[in-house]
């Protein structure tokens, strides 16, 4: 009976070594976990891959010994050609030898590296036919089921799983390597078993030793706190992200969950030294008579807060005369991205030239300005403001170049405005006015600009939201000397 047992564990543990997450549509009707016998046949499956392998690497190492060969003669004349270039280039049979080289052999050498060869290609397809003998995304469900049965029929702890004991017979040789751990850790996430996926996902980064491999362990283990509203643990495990690394979407928009809940609960960032408060008297001649009250917030993007410009009069004509639509819902279905109410305002000569005098920039073919109120809870969910269209759509109508957001009303708690990627957080302070650009100097857009608009916790928040268009600017503000002219392409 405990043999029997034995062979089952190890038929279990011998479907988890094989990903086969690829190989969804294979016969569903064969189960490899259910029977030791079709385990068995595994084991054959196994050898014929291994033996596969081996001869698609001799083929390759080869290749790979008849390149290094040559390569070491092509080293030798040409560090005898750098000792002496004048005497080398003299002969002209080494002139005539050099140009043959450049123009023939390294040709040849690039075509033969490139080439695939036969034997490679049969040992590919070999591979490619035995996909069908291989266990399913199913047959690795049901192997870490019965891993989890077994710990609950005979109260086994992943340690001690991990290190190949089971049920008092220790075994180390059976251990599991960290991509069983982490398997086994993201069944435990699937079947709402978040203390066994837990420990599971533990196990799994004490073996791995790639930083980069860690990465995939901390990446689902965050995910995992994230869901169950664990924000500051979760966040610590996504700080461990190596350089270079790119993240997918899903972790993309949880990073900026993590990031939005902690900058709502932080307090406006302190000012650097390079940040200064100050009059602005430059951007039209207005100005010069009637400077506007300015503080900088950041350089990359250029973001400055606008103090007391938008008066009491004109924010209660608008609020009184605004007919609210809602745009907490889109055909009857509840929004995850905003929920607020807004209403366009179109006869607004005087705050259009107003905004002009803020940034120096034209309102010629700039969206109407956007009133939006958010009441209880009422939150924008992290985005952008430009559109990024393709080239074609963008010379016709241009991207979003720069923002303003007027703050038309106090707020009791909450309902800031929070800059995660630049740790920049505005509160809503009213007559106020928050402008940033959307865009680098060379038309390129700033993914540093990403936004949000916290959930009002008390009170009730209006702002007033201004995008202006790029291409009326040709002439307002040109690119920097250096600056790449042109916006990055996209298909």
Not at 35 to 61: I, Q, R
Not at 230 to 241: R, V
Not at 263 to 284: D, E, G, I, M, W
Request: proline residues 4%; glycine residues 6%.
């Amino acid at each position: 009976m405990y043999i029997l047992k034995k062979l089952t564990f190890i038929g279990f543990l011998s479907a988890c070594f094989i990903n086969c997450q690829g190989f969804v549509n294979s016969n569903p009707k064969k189960s490899y976990a259910a029977s030791t016998m079709e385990l068995m046949k595994l084991l054959e499956v196994e050898d014929e891959l291994v033996d596969n392998l081996k001869g698609y690497v001799k083929t390759l190492k080869m290749k790979f010994n008849l390149m290094e060969r040559s390569l070491i003669d092509m080293s030798r004349e040409n560090m005898e050609m750098k000792s002496d270039y004048e005497s080398y280039l003299g002969n002209p049979l080494n002139s005539f030898r050099l140009i043959h080289r450049l123009h023939t052999s390294w040709r040849k050498w690039y075509q033969y590296a490139i080439k695939v060869e036969n034997n490679a290609l049969g040992h590919i397809e070999n591979a490619r036919l035995m996909r069908k003998m291989l266990p399913t995304s199913s047959d690795l469900q049901q192997a870490c089921r019965g891993i989890h049965d077994l710990m609950y029929f005979y109260d086994l702890k992943p340690e001690e799983l991990a290190a190949g004991n089971l049920a008092g017979y220790s075994q180390p040789g059976t251990g599991l390597t960290a991509y069983d751990c982490l398997a086994l850790g993201e069944f435990g996430v699937q079947n709402q078993k978040d203390d066994l996926a837990e420990a599971w996902y533990n196990l799994s980064l004490t073996r791995f030793d790639n930083i980069i491999e860690k990465y995939q362990v901390h990446k689902a283990w965050a995910l995992l706190l994230a869901k169950n509203k664990q924000l500051t643990e979760a966040f610590q495990h996504f700080e461990n992200k190596p350089e270079g690394i790119v993240a997918s979407n899903e972790v993309i928009h949880f990073e900026g969950v993590l990031a939005t809940t902690q900058n709502c609960t932080a307090v406006v960032q302190k000012p650097s030294k390079k940040l200064h408060c100050r009059y602005n008297t430059s951007t039209t001649p207005f100005t010069r008579i009637a400077p506007l009250k300015m503080e900088e917030l950041g350089l990359d993007p250029y973001m400055v807060v606008f103090h007391d410009v938008i008066y009491d009069t004109e924010i209660d004509g608008m609020l009184n005369s605004s007919d609210f639509g809602l745009s907490e819902s889109v055909s009857g279905l509840k929004s995850e991205v905003r929920t607020s109410k807004d209403s366009h305002i179109v006869d607004a000569k005087t705050l259009n030239e107003r905004v002009t005098d803020m940034t120096g920039l034209s309102m010629e073919m700039s969206d109407p300005f956007s009133l939006i109120n958010y009441g209880l809870g009422g939150h924008f969910i992290l985005h952008h403001d430009f559109h990024e269209y393709t080239n074609t759509t963008r010379l016709k109508q241009g991207d979003r170049i720069a923002t303003v957001l007027f703050y038309l009303r106090e707020v009791d708690s909450g309902g800031a405005t929070v800059f995660p990627m630049l740790n920049i957080t505005v509160m809503p302070k009213k007559g106020s006015a928050v402008f940033w650009y959307n865009l680098h100097n060379s038309g390129a857009v700033n993914s540093k600009t990403l936004h949000t608009a916290c959930p009002v916790i008390s009170g009730s928040k209006y702002v007033l939201t201004k995008w202006i268009n790029e291409l009326p600017q040709m002439f307002v503000t040109p690119c920097m000397k250096d600056s790449n002219l042109r916006p990055p392409q996209k298909e």
